[in-house]
Structures are given as structure tokens and as C-alpha cells.
T-cell receptor, first 113, second 112 residues
Framework: SAVISQKPSRDICQRGTSLTIQCQVD?????MFWYRQQPGQSLTLIAT?????????ESGFVIDKFPISRPNLTFSTLTVSNMSPEDSSIYLC??????????FGEGSRLTVL | SQELEQSPQSLIVQEGKNLTINCTSS?????LYWYKQKYGEGLIFLMM?????EEKSHEKITAKLDEKKQQSSLHITASQPSHAGIYLC????????????FGTGTRLKVLA
């Protein structure tokens, strides 16, 4: 299975600032996604991180708010821009493994004050 | 749009007891995944079911997908405190896209 590392694991941020979350996979993977889990809620897909091109965003999520980079097949970043308390969530990256299974990182828990 | 309903929402059982968590879809599932999440952490992959009638087991956890591929159950035998956490079912919303939707989760507490 894939080993997925996320940084930071948690952070407390001030309103109006931006935070970049990193996702590193120990093997090359084709498909990588970013999810958000708001407090007490289930997971919601933010976007598909495409290698070498712009990410594909789901309804309700825009590039200006959640810019995503994916420079290669093992690494991606998600930035949460101009944060507000409503952005307090766990952000998770996930990858599709060669077996077709979807694996998740340990998540980045973000609190915005 | 497709939704996944999980039941029960929460469950408290005595150690050693068996339990079942259900996941029901409004549409046919192309693949059904079960995950366990410890509070505030990432998701641990448990099992993937793809075929109607499929059943898989790992240690004391068994998952089944019904023939119509609209309902799945997760059964834990002789529960232990280590089984505590949030169990989530997830499914591919459109075949082959891997754009998963998830159920709202079942919070399991096991009393020693």
C-alpha cells in the first residue's frame, strides 16, 4: 500500500492568513485528490490534483481559495487562502493505488481563529 | 445526486460483543469502501467491495455488499477497545472517476 505523509499535521492560524499543506507519497501515483472534513461532518472532495496541469475543482471550490500544485507524481500541495474560521477542518490528501484502492494521508487539522 | 446513509450514527458496545454497521446508497454502487478514522486523524483503509454479493474479512471485521450493490454491512466480531473510532463507507460516485462520496460515519465506542 501507499505511504502518504502530510505536513503539517495540525496548525492554528489567524484569520486572513494562508496556509500550505504538503502531501508526499512514497511511490508514483497517477491520481491524487484533496478532501475536506469539517467538524462533525463527512468528507467532501475539493479537487483532483493533476500532474503538470491545473487542478480540477468540484462544485463549491475555486482555485483562488484553494490553489493546488502537483509538480510530479509523488507530491502535491493545497493552499487554504485568506482563511476564516469556517475553513477550520481536517484536510486530507488521497491517492489511488495500483490495486484500485483509495488511500488517505493522516490529515492536516487546521484551526482558524 | 447519490448519497450514502450510515446507521447507526453512534454505537456503544461492551467489549466482546458483536456489532453491525450499515451503509445504504440511493443508487447502484460501483465500488464500496470501508474506512476507520480515529478521532481527528486520517482514514485507515479497511476493505474494498466491488461485486454484488461479495464478502471480505480481515481479522475480526467482515464486510458484505448485497447483490443489488446498494447496501453494505460491516460486522465486527468480539469487539475490542482497539476497534473504537469512526467507521466511514465511501463509494465511487461515477464509475471509474474515483471521485468518492462518503457516508456521515458511525462512531463506535467499546467499553472495556
Amino acid at each position: 500500500s501507499a505511504v502518504i505523509s502530510q505536513k503539517p499535521s495540525r496548525d492554528i492560524c489567524q484569520r486572513g492568513t494562508s496556509l500550505t499543506i504538503q502531501c508526499q507519497v512514497d511511490s508514483q501515483v497517477t491520481m491524487m485528490f484533496w478532501y475536506r472534513q469539517q467538524p462533525g461532518q463527512s468528507l467532501t472532495l475539493i479537487a483532483t490534483a493533476n500532474q503538470g496541469s491545473e487542478a480540477t475543482y468540484e462544485s463549491g471550490f475555486v482555485i483562488d481559495k484553494f490553489p493546488i500544485s502537483r509538480p510530479n507524481l509523488t507530491f502535491s500541495t493545497l493552499t487554504v487562502s485568506n482563511m476564516s474560521p469556517e475553513d477550520s477542518s481536517i484536510y486530507l490528501c488521497s491517492v489511488v493505488w495500483e490495486s484500485g484502492e483509495l488511500f488517505f494521508g493522516e490529515g492536516s487539522r487546521l484551526t482558524v481563529l | 445526486s447519490q448519497e450514502l446513509e450510515q446507521s447507526p450514527q453512534s454505537l456503544i458496545v461492551q467489549e466482546g460483543k458483536n456489532l453491525t454497521i450499515n451503509c445504504t446508497s440511493s443508487k447502484t454502487l460501483y465500488g464500496l469502501y470501508w474506512y476507520k478514522q480515529k478521532y481527528g486523524e486520517g482514514l485507515i483503509f479497511l476493505m474494498m467491495l466491488q461485486k454484488g454479493g461479495e464478502e471480505k474479512s480481515h481479522e475480526k471485521i467482515t464486510a458484505k455488499l448485497d447483490e443489488k450493490k446498494q447496501q453494505s454491512s460491516l460486522h465486527i466480531t468480539a469487539s475490542q477497545p482497539s476497534h473504537a473510532g469512526i467507521y466511514l463507507c465511501g463509494a465511487d460516485s461515477t464509475s471509474g472517476t474515483y471521485k468518492y462520496i462518503f457516508g456521515t460515519g458511525t462512531r463506535l465506542k467499546v467499553l472495556a
